[in-house]
């Protein structure tokens, strides 16, 4: 059973033991001049049809991302992985963050590792087949401000196949992250 991020509901049992060379919440390898922040405190919980997930930033690795790419793209958002490194969970929207932002959704994955062979047993990522206008939006309630890191909400469409025929399911979540 994964004892930080885990199902609220009923999730299979994990038997045998997964092993990784890094610690993820290692708060130097992550912070620093790239302005990404991993989050001291707080949660990250996301729901995917009938299940939610939860990630505790005092065990598990957020971090909020801000990136400027080769060609002078920016994004930000939000990547976690729980402390065994069975489930892991990225959000990103394009442009600059500041509070009281509402941005569409650029890209997301959702990867649940529960296996004793390390192999991917459920896996979702932004669907490019729903021809809607947009795949989701990220609000940004509160960013960088009074102890708070980020403080939100954020809706996307996720698909288990990147198949035109692949069932896509509206994932939500909330994020409610400190510095300390």
């Known amino acids: ?6 199902k609220d509901s009923a999730v299979n049992s994990v038997t045998g033991e997964m092993s990784f060379n890094s610690d ?8 620093g001049a790239t302005n990404n922040i991993l989050a001291a405190t707080g949660m990250l919980k996301i729901k995917i049809q009938d299940s939610v997930y939860s990630f505790d930033a005092s065990r598990d ?5 801000n990136v400027n790419d080769a060609d002078g793209n920016r994004y930000f958002g939000i990547t976690a992985v729980n402390k065994e490194h069975t489930i ?8 600059a963050v500041y509070n009281g932002i509402n941005s569409n959704i650029a890209g997301s994955q959702f ?24 795949q989701g939006a990220i609000n940004i309630e509160q960013y960088n401000r009074a102890g708070v ?8 469409y996720l698909a288990q196949d990147n198949d035109v025929a692949s069932a896509v399911y509206k994932a939500e979540g909330s994020f409610d992250l400190r510095l300390k």
Do not use: E, V
């Open 1 to 6: 059973m994964t004892s930080s991020c885990q």
């Open 24 to 31: 993820s919440t290692n708060r130097s390898a992550i912070t």
């Open 149 to 156: 890191l980020a403080r939100g909400t954020f809706f996307t």
């Open 88 to 95: 892991s969970f990225g959000i990103s929207s394009p442009g």
């Open 111 to 134: 990867l649940l590792n529960q296996q004793d062979d390390g192999q991917t047993i459920l896996q979702y990522s932004l669907s490019k087949y729903l021809g809607q206008k947009h």
């Open 61 to 65: 690795s957020i971090a909020f991302i």
